[in-house]
Each structure stands twice: as structure tokens, then as C-alpha cells.
């Protein structure tokens, strides 16, 4: 069966309009080289063959409900309630499209309302769009509407070195080609808020810290936004949803903008997502934010509606000169992460939240009584810490998965060339007590069996 | 459009923006026929005192319930003042645009940049050429 509906005569009518003779000469651009490379497929399967194979492949795959899991570093396990996916897989919500149409979009334009509301709450801001991609995408967005509010004269954009290195690559890459000075993450690490300060200038733009930052240290920030404000330029809060069951919001400590991955709540591990990119900002500031907007609103009859709101800002209207060409929010996952916080509730979050801190700090203590083991406690921690490993973190790793079953932490070694053996481990509600004792053994075990 | 008000002191561009000249300074706003295009005006975003702009650059952005338009200045020249009022009622553009709805005040880099803009009856035969 073909899928392809085009006949030689339409592609042939199609070629003529446009005015050349082949396919093939579409692709002239190309280098000769790429243009068609030869694909070294195995022969073709049947669907039932297909599926066995792709079975058997999915089957090597270690997963997170089989091995305790204590890798964080961004993305995060906690339990997601079976309401969440219920909810979630209805009809009515079951689409990634946008609601341009009020008439027929009232219940997901109001869940929508709702989640813009929790992030508000959560974070202690005043406006809180519809989502983005992910932290990453967010925080680069969070960037670029600095550099707006700004109007483009503020050229400068300080970077925390303990902001997530991938988050530092994307706002590298959006921002690409734009002349920017961005500073402040320069290999000689220096997580020293001073150290950041003493770089703002009247050309700064904006200026970006993470709490919890990416070695899970709960950041000091009072006081920052100040500092941040008597340039001019404005203070972007990267944070974790559920560490704000526990912490102050940023909003209550003058962050301007507040953005971060919603993943960990109800949403899942998926590799190369689809996650969740949280954004809020203040109100004043509301016309210079990217992505979808949805506003509460009466009717001619005076009866509560939801519609999208300002949309001046957005491309289908402002065409290049929109806030940002990517509108594409996360419907779904932003109606999973506001099902989770509903399911949560006020004191359910606060609950969670202690739960990995107290968990966290259980197994950090555990740790730090190892010989040759010793926990960074220079900082508070919310439920990820760093631990200085006598042995590469790699070969501790596949010790811990192979002997153990025991998926370890992150190597810290990878973004940060002078933390070689350090090793960033997360403990979230999902892990039991055994479990860490568990890790606890076996990491007593591997500096006998990996570091000998 | 009915009615539409021409300031005959003013001169105009082919963008629907006004400017009256006093002295070497300059007074810019949107004509009528801009705000009655654009309907109700619901945002107006203005420049810094001190920014200084070229002939044809965007200074100055109105957003109405339709859409939000660019302003570009009419010549090129130094931000002296901007109409912080109408941060608070945007509505006047809608309502007097010749007058409480001035964007603003700048000075003229190059007079002889106004020569390039049109006088009052030759904006009123543009704007009727564009209703036909």
C-alpha cells in the first residue's frame, strides 16, 4: 500500500510550475557527497516481525521501576499518581494542538488558566505563560526577553557557573549570532555570588542564578536583586518545582523572571522529552514574554470564559518581530504537571518536598561516614548532593549497575574537567530506606573493588 | 473614512505618522486615519528620553485589539520627551491623536529631511487613494 498520493503527472505539473526538469535537481545545494547517501538497512519485516525485534530491543533497556534510581542532575523520578495519566489520555484533552478557538476550547483554555496559576503561586510571580520546551528552552527565552526588555541596547548576559551546563549551551544556541557578551561561566569555576556581581555592568542585560543550582546547594539569593536592579538589568531565577514545597518562591526575593523544568511533576524520564518548560514573570513586564497566554475573561452575558490573551506578541500577528518564533507550548505535559499538583495540594507538595530532604540528607550523612567518600557540606541541600569519590565515577557507576543494580549518580567530570571523581547523587521520595542502604554498601564495596 | 481630521500644520509620511515642526524640534503622533485603521488602541510603547533614532527607524510600537504596528520617526533626530500618558490611557490615540496623544518631542538631527514628507493635501489625496 502506498501512503504517497502524488502521481508521476502531479509531480511532473508540480516540476513545471516551478521550473526544473527533476526531483533530484531540488537538491542541487547539497554537496554531491551527502545528496544521497546509501542506507545500510537490514532487509525488510513484517509488522509482527518488527515488533518482536523492537520488543526484544526495548527489553535491554534498564528502567527506573526496576533499579533504584539516583540520578538527578535535571531531570528527576518521583511518583506520578494514576489520576495524572487517566485524566491526561481523555479525549477532550488528547491533542498538541493550540486553542486558537475559544468557542470549542472552554475546558483545555481553563486547564491551561489553572497551570498559569500554579506556576504563579509556586513561584511568587505575577504572570506565567503556557509553558515552553523545556528549562532549557524556557531559560533561553527568559534571555532573549531580557534582552528586549532592555530594547536591545543591553548587550552583557551573566551566566551562574552552577546553572545547568545544558541550559548554558541552549541560551548559547538561541542567542547565536547575536553579538552577545555572555560571562560569568568561564571554566576557572567560581560559584561565588560575588564573584557574578562584580560583573554587572550598565550593559548587563539580565543576569541568571539556579537554587537549587546544579550541584543541588540550595543558592543564598537575598539581597542579589538589588544588586541586580541598581544596573538595570533584571534577575532570571532558574529553580525546581518541587523544592518550592520547601523553599521561599523567587518572586518573594525579587527575581524578575522565574523558569525551570516541570518535568518531575507528572511527567516522566523520557529521553529526549517531551518535558516542560516553566516561565513566569511580573506583570509590567508581560508584553515582552514569549509563548501562549491564556486569560480569564467574561462573556457579553457576564459568565466566565477563558480566551488567549495578547497575542500581539506572538508570530502569527507580529510576524518577525514577535517575542519569539517559538509559540509551541506543551500542552499535555503542563495539564500532567498541574493534575500532579492539584492531586498534591498545598500540603501535599510541602510533604514531597520534605520527603527527598530528609531523604537526601539521610543517605548524604550515610555517605559522608564512608572512608573515602566525602559530601560537599559547605551549603544547604535540597534532595541532590555531591559527593568526592575515590575512584572515576564511570567505574563506580558500572560497578554499582552490574554488581548491584543500582543506577548512580551523574559524573560531574563531564562539564566540569577539575571535579573528576565527583560524582552528583539525588534522592527523591521513590527511593526506600534499603535502597540507600543499598547504595550506601555498595559504594563502601567499590572503593575496595574499583578504586584497588 | 468619514470625517478624518488633517492637521494642516503637520507633515506627514506615507506610514500615517504626523510631525509639527516648532523651531528645530519636532512634535510626532499616528494621524486619524492610523488610529481608526488600527481601532482601539490598547498599549502604546514609547522610547527612552535621550535615544536617538534615523530617519525611518521604529521608535514606538501601538498595539490595538487587531494588531501592534511599529511607529517609525519621521526624521531622523534625539528623544527630548515622551507622553507618559498615555502608558496610563492608550485610549487617547484613539480619541485625539493631533493632540493629547503627541508619541514624542524630539530634535530634528536634519532639517532638510522634512522635505521628503508630504503636506497636508498631499497626505489627504494619499489616503483617499488608498480607499479606492
Not at chain 1, 223 to 243: K, Y
Not at chain 2, 63 to 84: C, Q, R, T
Request: contains cysteine; hydrophobic residues 40%; aromatic residues 8%.
Amino acid at each position: 500500500m502506498s501512503y504517497i498520493p502524488h502521481t508521476e503527472a502531479d509531480r511532473a505539473e508540480m516540476l513545471a510550475a516551478i521550473g526544473v526538469a527533476r526531483v533530484e535537481d531540488l537538491f542541487h545545494d547539497v554537496p554531491a557527497a551527502c545528496r544521497f547517501p546509501t542506507l545500510n538497512l537490514p532487509e525488510p519485516l513484517s509488522e509482527m516481525e518488527i515488533l518482536a525485534e523492537l520488543e526484544a530491543m526495548s527489553e535491554e533497556n534498564l528502567d527506573v521501576g526496576h533499579y533504584p534510581c539516583f540520578l538527578g542532575a535535571g531531570a528527576y523520578h518521583h511518583y506520578v499518581p494514576r489520576v495524572v495519566d487517566h485524566l491526561l489520555s481523555r479525549s477532550e484533552f488528547y491533542t498538541a494542538y493550540t486553542p486558537y478557538q475559544p468557542e470549542i476550547s472552554q475546558g483545555t483554555l481553563q486547564s491551561i488558566f489553572e497551570y498559569q496559576s500554579m506556576i504563579c503561586a509556586l513561584t511568587g510571580m505575577e504572570v506565567a505563560n503556557a509553558s515552553h520546551y523545556d528549562g532549557a528552552t524556557s531559560t533561553a527565552e527568559a534571555v532573549i526577553m531580557a534582552l528586549s526588555v532592555g530594547r536591545g541596547k543591553r548587550r552583557r548576559v551573566i551566566l551562574s557557573p552552577t546553572l545547568h551546563p545544558e541550559y548554558r549551551a541552549v541560551v548559547r544556541t538561541y542567542t547565536r549570532g547575536m553579538e552577545l557578551e555572555i560571562v560569568g561561566d568561564e571554566p576557572a569555576l567560581n560559584t561565588d555570588l560575588e564573584a557574578l556581581i562584580s560583573l554587572l555592568d550598565p550593559n548587563t542585560a539580565c543576569l541568571i542564578v539556579q537554587t537549587p543550582n546544579f550541584f543541588g546547594q540550595i543558592e543564598d539569593l537575598t539581597g542579589l536583586a538589588d544588586r541586580v536592579h541598581a544596573v538595570g538589568a533584571m534577575l532570571i531565577v532558574v529553580t525546581e518545582p518541587v523544592s518550592l514545597g520547601l523553599l521561599r518562591p523567587p518572586g518573594d526575593y525579587g527575581a524578575d523572571i522565574v523558569v525551570g523544568e516541570g518535568q518531575g511533576l507528572g511527567n516522566g524520564l523520557n529521553f529526549g522529552g517531551p518535558y516542560l518548560g516553566f516561565f513566569a514573570c511580573r506583570e509590567k513586564d508581560v508584553r515582552k514574554m514569549a509563548g501562549r497566554l491564556v486569560g480569564q475573561t467574561v462573556d457579553a452575558e457576564g459568565r466566565r470564559g477563558f480566551v488567549l490573551t495578547l497575542s500581539t506578541r506572538e508570530q502569527h500577528i507580529r510576524r518577525e518581530k514577535a517575542t519569539s518564533n517559538i509559540c509551541t507550548n506543551e500542552a499535555l505535559c503542563a495539564l500532567a504537571m498541574a493534575i500532579h499538583l492539584a492531586a498534591l495540594g498545598k500540603t501535599g507538595l510541602r510533604t514531597l518536598a520534605e520527603l527527598c530532604y530528609h531523604k537526601a540528607h539521610y543517605a548524604a550523612g550515610r555517605i559522608a561516614s564512608l572512608e573515602g567518600y566525602r559530601v560537599w557540606n559547605d551549603r544547604p541541600f535540597f534532595h541532590e548532593f555531591v559527593v568526592h569519590c575515590p575512584a572515576p565515577v564511570v567505574a563506580i557507576n558500572d560497578y554499582l549497575l552490574e554488581e548491584w543494580g543500582l543506577i548512580g549518580g551523574y559524573d560531574l567530570e563531564r562539564d566540569y574537567p577539575h571535579l573528576a571523581n565527583h560524582m552528583l547523587l539525588c534522592v527523591t521520595e521513590v527511593i526506600r530506606r534499603q535502597e540507600i542502604e543499598a547504595l550506601v554498601e555498595a559504594l563502601d564495596e567499590a572503593r575496595k573493588e574499583v578504586a584497588a | 473614512m468619514r470625517n478624518m481630521k488633517i492637521d494642516p500644520n503637520c507633515r506627514y509620511t506615507q506610514d500615517h505618522e504626523w510631525i509639527r515642526v516648532e523651531g528645530d524640534e519636532g512634535v510626532v503622533g499616528i494621524t486619524d486615519y492610523a488610529q481608526d485603521q488600527l481601532s482601539d488602541v490598547v498599549y502604546v510603547e514609547l522610547p527612552e528620553v535621550g535615544d536617538t533614532f534615523e530617519q525611518g527607524e521604529v521608535f514606538a510600537t501601538v498595539e490595538s485589539v487587531k494588531a501592534a504596528s511599529d511607529i517609525y520617526l519621521p526624521v531622523g533626530g534625539k528623544i527630548l520627551e515622551v507622553n507618559e500618558e498615555l502608558e496610563d490611557s492608550p485610549e487617547l490615540v484613539n480619541q485625539d491623536p493631533f493632540g493629547a496623544a503627541w508619541l514624542v518631542r524630539i530634535a530634528i538631527a536634519d532639517l532638510s529631511e522634512l522635505d521628503s514628507l508630504m503636506d497636508a493635501e498631499t497626505y489627504r489625496s494619499y489616503v483617499e487613494s488608498l480607499d479606492h
